[in-house]
C-alpha cells in the first residue's frame, strides 16, 4: 500500500523559495532540477523508510537530491499508523545542521 505524502505549509514555502532562487522560471535546466526534486519528493510514497535516520533526530529521515554542489535535503518523518510521509523542511545540503524543536 502506498503512503500518502503530505507536504507541511513550511516545507511548501521552502520549495516556493527554492523554485525562485534557483531561477526556474527562466531557466529550462533549473527548472527540469526543480521538477527532479517534486518528484524524488513524491516517491516517498513507496518505501518512505528508504532513506536514512538523520543525525539530529532520530524520528526523522532525510533524502538527498542533487549533485554537488547543488544538493537539496528533503526532512520527513513517516507516520505509520496513517500511512503518511509528512515533508516538514527543504533545505540546501550545505547549510548548518537544523534545529529539531522548529519542526515538531
Known amino acids: ?21 534557483i531561477g526556474a522560471r527562466s531557466s529550462t535546466p533549473a527548472l527540469n532540477g ?3 526534486l517534486r518528484h524524488a519528493i513524491r516517491s516517498l510514497r513507496h518505501n518512505p523508510n528508504r532513506c536514512p535516520v538523520t543525525p539530529e533526530n532520530e524520528r526523522f529521515r532525510h533524502l538527498l537530491y ?3 554542489p547543488h544538493i537539496y535535503r528533503v526532512l ?9 510521509v509528512e515533508i516538514l523542511h527543504i533545505r540546501h545540503g550545505a547549510r548548518q545542521e537544523f534545529e529539531t524543536n522548529d519542526l515538531t
Open 1 to 21: 500500500m502506498a503512503y500518502r505524502v503530505k507536504i507541511t505549509p513550511r516545507a511548501q514555502r521552502d520549495l516556493v523559495d527554492l523554485y525562485h532562487r
Open 34 to 36: 526543480y521538477r527532479g
Open 66 to 68: 542533487g549533485a554537488k
Open 76 to 84: 520527513y518523518r513517516v507516520v505509520e499508523r496513517q500511512k503518511e
